[in-house]
């Protein structure tokens, strides 16, 4: 079973850094997307981000492109967002998410293994 834990959220002053973990249980990690995602009160979730952890260019959204980017650590079965440059819209639930299918990181729609989630509040 693929099992996922975020971590990192928080609350920050806008032009600050968070840097969000998701951890990946020791099965749930080889050869799968990976992505972020997030959602704010009343908003569509939103995929931010993605990465292959077989290796491959990482993705950002045009919304975070130059502020956030994805990066993993094999050895810690491990992916990070490290979000700089924070504004108050980035507001949101952060949520970590797997698929299987292809390597078609980018498509959202496939994630279908969930983290809990992690707050991230910019003020």
């Known amino acids: 079973d693929v099992q996922l834990v975020e971590s990192g959220g928080g609350s920050v002053q806008a032009g600050g850094s968070l840097r969000l973990s998701c951890a990946a249980s020791k099965y749930s990690y080889s050869n799968r997307c990976m992505g972020w995602f997030r959602q704010a009160p009343g908003k569509e979730r939103e995929g931010v981000a993605s990465?292959?952890?077989?290796?491959?260019?990482?993705y950002s959204a045009d919304s975070v492109k130059g502020r956030f980017t994805v990066s993993q650590d094999n050895a810690k079965k491990t992916v990070y967002l490290q979000m700089n440059s924070l504004k108050p819209e980035d507001t949101a639930m952060y949520y970590c998410?797997?698929?299987?299918?292809?390597?078609?990181?980018?498509?959202?729609?496939?994630?279908?293994?969930w983290g809990q989630g992690t707050q991230v509040t910019v003020s």
């Open positions: 998410a797997a698929h299987v299918v292809n390597r078609s990181c980018r498509d959202f729609f496939r994630y279908n293994y």
């Open positions: 990465i292959y952890t077989g290796g491959g260019t990482p």
